[in-house]
């Protein structure tokens, strides 16, 4: 059984990284990759998508109970629910949002109750209904451009109210090399760009193959400076940058609430 992107199947249109979730939470493993022509990396689902909050490193949790404190917070692209589980732990009241239905079905088997599918570009939900959003996984990148992050950074505005926060993530080009997978170079300073897709295979009860191919993935890399640029003509200043080289994450306050700005 191989299924693509292209070929029509009753469950939707092909999911792998949600697949990927499903089956193992369901103890039925398979292998999740990023693919870019021959080169390739292991997706690693176990550890990027059920790590238990022992192995997070501190400034990650420091992230976390920073937007715990303007509750509620709206989890963008929350994969199989570690956060929501996090903070539900805490009793802090967060919703979840992701793309994918196999993701969204894997976090409700898991314990999280509020969680629901839907585009981060055109989110379901209310206007001013959150205090805090949570975009981590590098899918600010999935704007392409500056222009789509400013569209994206819109977004989170909308949902959020007068004195809002967010925190999002990517990778800093100027600390990429071009064996990073995907990798695509850009005239502009502090600009690249990263195309990949997903495949997710394991063998079925049967014997059989079930190989499940995502479409293409682009994303935008910037670097903090360029993510400074893009919050032009929107809400939002940056208000901190947490360095893991190359990855990093900022921190994003609407201006009304920013003395600075």
Same mark, same amino acid.
């Given at each position: ?8 199947? +009753? ?6 990284? +949600? !697949? ?13 990759? =990023? ?9 690693? %689902?176990?550890?990027? =998508? ?13 992230? $976390? ?24 732990? !805490? +009793?802090?009241?967060? %919703? +979840? ?32 209904? /959150? ?10 990148? $999935? ?36 064996? /990073? ?14 195309? /990949? ?12 193959? =079930? ?40 921190? $994003? ?9």
């Amino acid at each position: 059984m191989e299924r693509t992107d292209s070929e029509p199947a +009753g469950s939707g249109p092909a999911d792998p990284l +949600g !697949r990927a979730m499903l089956a193992h939470h369901r103890d039925t493993p398979g292998r999740l990759t =990023y693919r870019d022509g021959a080169d390739v990396q292991d997706g690693s %689902v176990a550890e990027f =998508y059920f790590s238990s909050p022992e192995s997070w490193d501190r400034e990650a949790i420091e992230l $976390l109970e920073r937007l715990t404190d303007r509750e509620p917070v709206l989890d963008v692209g929350c994969g199989a629910g570690k956060h929501l589980l996090w903070w539900a732990d !805490r +009793g802090v009241d967060a %919703v +979840g949002v992701d793309a994918s239905p196999n993701a969204v079905r894997t976090a409700r088997k898991r314990g999280v109750d509020d969680v629901l599918v839907g585009d981060m570009f055109d989110l379901p939900i209310e206007t001013g209904a /959150f205090g805090a959003v949570h975009a981590v996984g590098t899918q600010l990148g $999935l704007g392409r451009s500056l222009a789509g992050v400013r569209e994206l950074l819109a977004e989170f505005a909308r949902v959020t109210d007068d004195a809002g926060i967010a925190v999002v993530d990517n990778y800093d080009p100027t600390r990429l090399d071009e064996e /990073f997978v995907g990798y695509r170079s850009d005239p502009r300073e502090g600009i690249a760009h990263r195309c /990949f897709h997903l495949e997710f295979e394991r063998e079925t009860a049967d014997g059989e193959r =079930y190989r499940e191919v995502g479409r293409t993935l682009q994303f935008l890399l910037c670097s903090p400076d360029r993510l400074r640029e893009a919050t032009t003509g929107t809400p939002w200043a940056v208000t901190d940058v947490l360095r893991s080289d190359p990855h990093y994450r900022a921190v $994003l306050a609407k201006s009304d609430s920013n003395p600075d700005r």
